[in-house]
């Protein structure tokens, strides 16, 4: 990681949304965090305490331990927007992305034998901006598209999509971002920063997916594990993916989503098998699978 912390944004109300700063030495660099509570740090060290007593080494199997801690963590979006780009840690309120990126970094600090909340903010910064470094707003990777593309560059995540039987490719625009800056409050009046995003938006870009009419096959089944992180494809204009989860294979061997549910309103695991949870949906026409690099 090529730079650290030093001025650190913490909150001394427990779990209070005011912040204040004190100055942490830690390297030589800058860079600015910020948490939803005092607390965080506790619950992360805890959470990184029981995965080492666990005992578990295989990636996957962290990812989804990690995931079933996590349960019942009410489903927060938009816990990333500020005035200026900050390091947001924030275990106590997760959306279906920061639930995964939380999952990476709990499962990665455990695998290099770290145990400290400070770990786990490296890796959160090293999978959600471009090169594994903070800068503004547009150093976040805000497409799973491009997220996937990097992080692999990188050596932490591969993606598996073309491997599963019957994988099929599309070639759409990312572009949903600049198409629509006024739903997004750092762009809706800052034309400079939507240029920005659109430099890094992918024109014709060819991306592996499996049809969801697939979901329920044998073959596929079997090649699914749990553990697995998935991202639902969605047919909507200018978006590649729609919502992020892992996969739990149940003892049938059948997969379902584990994830930080708008709907349900919290972390949870979907009461139905992930073709079925797929089956009815008019936007989500299949899904991509990524896994861990030990």
């Known amino acids: 990681m090529k730079h650290f ?16 700063t004190q100055q942490v030495a830690q390297a030589a ?35 989804e331990f990690y995931a079933r801690q996590l349960l019942g963590t009410p489903y927060v979006a938009h816990t990333l927007e500020a005035e ?7 275990i106590h309120e997760l959306d279906c992305l920061t639930f995964i990126e939380s999952l990476y970094a709990l499962t990665r600090a455990t695998l290099a034998g770290r145990g400290s909340w400070r770990d786990y903010a490296a890796h959160i910064e090293n999978i959600r901006y471009r ?49 629509n800056p006024g739903q997004y409050r750092q762009l809706k009046n800052d034309t400079a920063m939507v240029e920005k995003i659109r430099r890094y938006e992918l024109r014709n870009h060819r991306f592996p997916y499996l049809k969801r009419s697939w979901l329920n096959d044998k073959a596929v089944k079997a090649a699914l594990r749990s553990g697995d992180f998935v991202s639902l494809v969605t047919k909507a204009d200018g978006l590649d993916v729609s919502h992020n989860g892992i996969i739990v294979v149940d003892d049938k061997g059948d997969p379902y989503l584990l994830d930080a549910s708008m709907s349900g309103g919290k972390v949870m695991l979907e009461p139905k098998p992930l073709f079925k949870f797929l089956e009815r949906s008019r936007t989500n026409i299949g899904i991509r699978v990524f896994r861990m690099i030990p």
């Open 131 to 179: 090169g594994g470094e903070m800068g503004d707003y547009s150093s976040r990777i805000h497409y799973i598209s491009e997220w996937i593309i990097d992080n692999h560059v990188r050596g932490n995540l591969v993606e598996v999509t073309p491997d599963l039987p019957h994988a099929d490719y599309m070639v759409k625009n990312i572009d949903y971002m600049t198409k």
């Open 29 to 63: 660099t800058m860079t600015q965090m910020r948490f939803h509570c005092e607390g965080d740090t506790t619950v992360i060290n805890d959470l990184l305490k029981k995965g080492r007593d666990s005992g578990l080494a295989d990636a996957n199997q962290l990812v």
């Open 84 to 90: 200026e780009e900050i390091l947001t840690i924030n």
């Open 5 to 20: 912390f030093l001025l650190i944004a913490l909150v001394l109300a427990a779990c209070a949304p005011k912040q204040s």
